[in-house]
């Protein structure tokens, strides 16, 4: 029997024989525990989700998103949907292990609007539908960013108020489309410089408004959904590092001239040799809660090199127990969210031109690694967090 047809009769097995039949294929479902992941070789094996059985019988840990609600922390994934029409179990870990979901790409201007003025919520709305399904929250990402950006815009310096219609209609329409069924909207993704002082100059909106778009950006996105908390988004200011600071000292800025920014988002996308320790991070939370504002830790990968060898795996797991960690020591840091969960669709073979891999927590089979066991313990271990604190955040889980 090839795969397919071991597959479907296992699962027709269990289907018809429900208990007895569990029993008798025990055996068979140990090896998608972490604990004894076979490595990184293809299984040849068709992906399976780990055995949580439809009757409810749990054969390995409970996932991810029971574990993390009981600590107040939302868990959530980079949501693909040309992922999610083209294979079934994508959908069906998400669900499983996921109370959280952003759009890796469907909230994005190039895909609202490809064509100028013209709306296209139609990928989007395939992730709202399947957070709605499976009660999952949604913080939206990018409003405004640099990146990603149409044909009729990249490259191009509108006229001042052209550029200012644009941005405010863009803001008003989107928000007020997804408004009470996005909790968390990432305004500006992207917008400090990486090395000098100051604002990122490149991109449509700095060159053709200044730096003032950013304010006019959070004014409109408080007025399109004033029940929206409002984040900056970025990256490399996961520690205690120098943009960090930058960003620091610019947010306690803004809001002392009355911006409506509710909290930060650190991107987290690291190496495994180029990572910030966990009291750094916690320091870092923490100032920032200190200010106000709630932290989310909103793109989080953690790069291996291509042919990583099984110790690496056990030090990358680390790396997510260490963010965990970070995230549950720290005031108010309300959301942990992967940049997708399965080593079969990741945007970092891709940028890396093949040279990193293997940077979550799921292998290309769908079977956990450490990393999942990792976290998995943080939030299966840990003495409870104070839970009362983080529902009262007004983000009900
Ligand atoms: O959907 C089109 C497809 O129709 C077309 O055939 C194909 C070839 O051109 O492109 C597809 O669009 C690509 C899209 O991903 C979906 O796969 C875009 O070209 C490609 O640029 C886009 O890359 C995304 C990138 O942001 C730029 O938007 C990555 O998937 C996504 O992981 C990455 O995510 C960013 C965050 O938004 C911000 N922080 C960093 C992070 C990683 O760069």
Same mark, same amino acid.
Not at 129 to 158: C, I, N, Q, Y
Not at 322 to 327: I, L, S, Y
């Given at each position: 029997?090839?795969?397919? !047809?071991?597959?479907?009769?296992?699962?027709?097995?269990?289907?018809?024989?429900?208990?007895?039949?569990?029993?008798?294929?025990?055996?068979?479902?140990?090896?998608?525990?972490?604990?004894?992941?076979?490595?990184?070789?293809?299984?040849?094996?068709?992906?399976?989700?780990?055995?949580?059985?439809?009757?409810?019988?749990?054969?390995?840990?409970?996932?991810?998103?029971?574990?993390?609600?009981?600590? !107040?922390?939302?868990?959530?994934?980079?949501?693909?949907?040309?992922?999610?029409?083209? @294979?079934? +179990?994508?959908?069906?870990?998400?669900?499983?292990?996921?109370?959280?979901?952003?759009?890796?790409?469907?909230?994005?201007?190039? +895909?609202?609007?490809?064509?100028?003025?013209?709306? @296209?919520?139609?990928?989007?709305?395939?992730?709202?539908?399947?957070?709605?399904?499976? !009660?999952?929250?949604?913080?939206?990402?990018?409003?405004?960013?640099?990146?990603?950006?149409?044909?009729?815009?990249?490259?191009?310096?509108?006229?001042?108020?052209?550029?200012?219609?644009?941005?405010?209609?863009?803001?008003?329409?989107?928000?007020?489309?997804?408004?009470?069924?996005?909790?968390?909207?990432?305004?500006?993704?992207?917008?400090?410089?990486?090395?000098?002082?100051?604002?990122?100059?490149?991109?449509?909106?700095?060159?053709?408004? !200044?730096?003032?778009?950013?304010?006019?950006?959070?004014?409109?996105?408080?007025?399109?959904?004033?029940?929206?908390?409002?984040?900056?988004?970025?990256?490399?200011?996961?520690?205690?590092?120098?943009?960090?600071?930058?960003?620091?000292?610019?947010?306690?800025?803004?809001?002392?001239?009355? +911006?409506?920014?509710?909290?930060?988002?650190?991107?987290?996308?690291?190496?495994?040799?180029?990572?910030?320790?966990?009291?750094?991070?916690?320091?870092?939370?923490?100032?920032?809660?200190?200010?106000?504002?709630?932290?989310?830790?909103?793109?989080?990968?953690?790069?291996?090199?291509?042919?990583?060898?099984?110790?690496?795996?056990?030090?990358?797991? @680390?790396?997510?127990?260490?963010?965990?960690?970070?995230?549950?020591?720290?005031?108010?840091?309300?959301? +942990?969210?992967?940049?997708?969960?399965?080593?079969?669709?990741?945007?970092?073979?891709?940028?890396?031109?093949?040279?990193?891999?293997?940077?979550?927590?799921?292998?290309?089979?769908?079977?956990?690694?450490?990393?999942?066991?990792?976290?998995?313990?943080?939030?299966?271990?840990?003495?409870?967090?104070?839970?009362?604190?983080?529902?009262?955040?007004?983000?009900?889980?």
């Amino acid at each position: 029997m090839g795969s397919k !047809g071991h597959e479907l009769s296992r699962r027709a097995f269990l289907k018809t024989t429900g208990a007895a039949g569990i029993a008798a294929v025990v055996p068979l479902l140990r090896p998608i525990s972490a604990r004894t992941w076979p490595g990184n070789q293809r299984s040849g094996l068709r992906p399976e989700p780990p055995a949580v059985l439809e009757n409810g019988f749990p054969m390995a840990t409970e996932p991810l998103r029971g574990l993390a609600a009981k600590k !107040g922390l939302l868990i959530g994934t980079a949501f693909s949907s040309d992922a999610f029409k083209k @294979d079934p +179990v994508y959908g069906e870990v998400m669900a499983r292990e996921f109370n959280c979901l952003v759009a890796e790409n469907e909230m994005k201007l190039d +895909v609202l609007q490809r064509v100028r003025g013209q709306f @296209d919520f139609g990928p989007a709305e395939v992730m709202m539908a399947f957070a709605g399904r499976h !009660g999952m929250k949604v913080r939206a990402v990018p409003l405004v960013w640099h990146d990603a950006l149409p044909e009729w815009a990249r490259d191009k310096t509108f006229p001042r108020s052209e550029a200012l219609d644009i941005l405010r209609e863009h803001i008003f329409t989107v928000m007020r489309h997804f408004r009470g069924r996005v909790f968390a909207w990432d305004v500006l993704n992207e917008g400090l410089s990486d090395t000098g002082p100051g604002l990122r100059e490149e991109g449509p909106w700095y060159r053709s408004i !200044g730096p003032e778009y950013v304010e006019r950006a959070y004014h409109w996105a408080h007025e399109a959904d004033p029940q929206a908390a409002l984040f900056y988004n970025d990256y490399a200011m996961d520690g205690m590092s120098e943009k960090a600071d930058r960003c620091y000292r610019w947010v306690q800025e803004l809001l002392g001239r009355g +911006v409506p920014i509710h909290g930060v988002g650190l991107q987290y996308h690291v190496r495994m040799d180029k990572h910030p320790q966990p009291s750094e991070v916690t320091q870092n939370i923490r100032r920032f809660n200190d200010l106000g504002l709630i932290v989310h830790i909103t793109e989080l990968d953690v790069w291996l090199p291509k042919n990583a060898a099984r110790a690496e795996f056990q030090q990358q797991a @680390d790396i997510y127990r260490g963010v965990f960690e970070a995230a549950l020591a720290a005031p108010k840091c309300q959301a +942990v969210v992967l940049w997708g969960f399965t080593d079969r669709y990741s945007w970092v073979p891709g940028i890396s031109n093949g040279t990193y891999d293997h940077a979550l927590i799921f292998d290309r089979d769908y079977r956990p690694k450490p990393a999942y066991e990792a976290i998995s313990s943080v939030l299966g271990n840990t003495a409870p967090a104070d839970c009362g604190a983080r529902v009262r955040e007004g983000v009900p889980l």
